[in-house]
C-alpha cells in the first residue's frame, strides 16, 4: 500500500506502467504455499475473534447479504497505515475505476504478515444461486491501458481450519511475465476496481455498480472433501492470501507479480446469504 501512495501521489501519466518507485520492492517470495487448487491445511488460529465495530446495528435476516465482520486472524495487524484489520470490516469505501482504496486492511507477503481470514458473526455463508462472496480489493486503473493489481487467492473453510481455493488461473501468453491485463487474471480477488462506498455510493454489493472479484460456492473443485463439507455445512471463514505467495502449476513458481505490488490490500468481504450457525 505505501507503494499504492507513491503511485497515486506522483500521478502516473496516461498508459505508463510500472511508475513507482521499484525500489522498495521485494523479490519473489521464496516460501511458496502449496499451491491452493486443491485442499490445504491452514495454521489459521481462530479461537480468538475480533468483535465487529462495524456500522451494522444489528444482524442481517437469514439470508440477506452480510459484510463480513470478524476478524479470524491477521498476523501482520499492527501500528502504521493500513495495519489496521477493522479497515477489513469496517464496510467497503471504494474509490472508483481511478484510484484504490484507503479504507483497507494490507496484507503483507512476508511468513507472520501473508494472510487474512475473515467471518460472520450472524451465521456462516451458504451456496446460493450466482456469486456467493464479493471481495472488494482497491485495484484501479492507470490511463487507458494498464491496471494496477494485487491478485489475491481465495480461500474458503468450514471449520476455520481446513481450507480449500477458488479455482484461479494465470492466463498470459507467458506466464513467467507479469500482466497488467486484467482478462489474464481469471478467479483471483484484486483484480476488479471498486465503485461500491458505504456512505457514498450504496450499492447492492452484488449488483454490476460495485465492482469488486465474484465468486461462485458451486465452482469449488467438486471431488475435494473440504469442498463437499463447505457446500454441506456453510463457509465459516475465508482466508486471502497474495497469488505471488501460491505455485502457479503452469510454471511451477509462484504466481509473477508486479514488481510494485506489495501485497493485497482488502476493503471487505460481503456474503450473498448467510444461515445461522
Ligand atoms: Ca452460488
Ligand atoms: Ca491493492
Ligand atoms: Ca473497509
Aim: aromatic letters at 6%; a negative charge.
Amino acid at each position: 500500500m505505501r507503494l499504492l501512495l507513491a503511485l497515486l501521489g506522483c500521478t502516473p501519466t496516461s498508459g505508463g506502467t510500472d511508475t513507482a518507485d521499484t525500489a522498495m520492492s521485494m523479490p519473489p517470495d521464496t516460501t511458496s504455499m502449496t499451491d491452493g487448487s486443491t485442499t490445504g491445511t491452514g495454521t489459521t488460529d481462530t479461537d480468538l475473534p475480533t468483535e465487529s465495530t462495524t456500522d451494522t446495528s444489528s444482524p442481517p435476516a437469514p439470508g440477506e447479504p452480510a459484510l463480513a465482520d470478524l476478524v479470524l486472524d491477521a498476523p501482520g495487524a499492527g501500528a502504521g497505515l493500513f495495519r489496521d484489520p477493522e479497515l477489513a470490516i469496517n464496510g467497503v469505501r471504494g474509490a472508483g475505476q481511478g484510484a484504490g482504496s484507503l479504507d483497507v486492511y494490507s496484507i503483507g507477503l512476508e511468513p507472520g504478515d501473508d494472510l487474512l481470514v475473515l467471518g460472520w458473526s450472524s451465521g456462516v455463508v451458504v451456496d446460493v444461486e450466482g456469486p456467493d462472496l464479493i471481495v472488494f480489493e482497491n485495484p484501479f486503473n492507470i490511463g487507458d491501458t494498464t491496471r494496477f493489481m494485487d491478485p489475491a487467492v481465495v480461500e474458503v473453510s468450514p471449520d476455520g481450519v481446513t481450507f480449500v481455493a477458488f479455482p484461479h488461473a494465470y492466463g498470459a501468453p507467458d506466464p513467467t511475465s507479469y500482466s497488467s491485463d486484467p482478462t489474464h487474471w481469471v478467479g483471483f480477488a484484486g483484480v476488479t476496481p471498486v465503485t461500491l462506498h458505504a456512505e457514498d455510493f450504496p450499492v447492492d454489493p452484488f449488483g454490476p455498480a460495485a465492482g469488486g472479484d465474484a465468486f461462485d460456492l458451486a465452482d469449488l473443485p467438486p471431488d475435494d472433501p473440504t469442498a463437499a463439507r463447505v457446500l454441506l455445512e456453510g463457509v465459516r471463514a475465508v482466508r486471502i492470501t497474495s497469488a505471488s505467495l501460491h505455485t502457479d502449476p503452469h510454471t511451477g513458481a509462484p504466481y509473477v507479480r508486479d514488481p510494485v505490488s506489495n501485497g493485497p490490500d482488502i476493503d471487505g468481504v460481503w456474503a450473498r446469504s448467510l444461515m445461522p450457525d
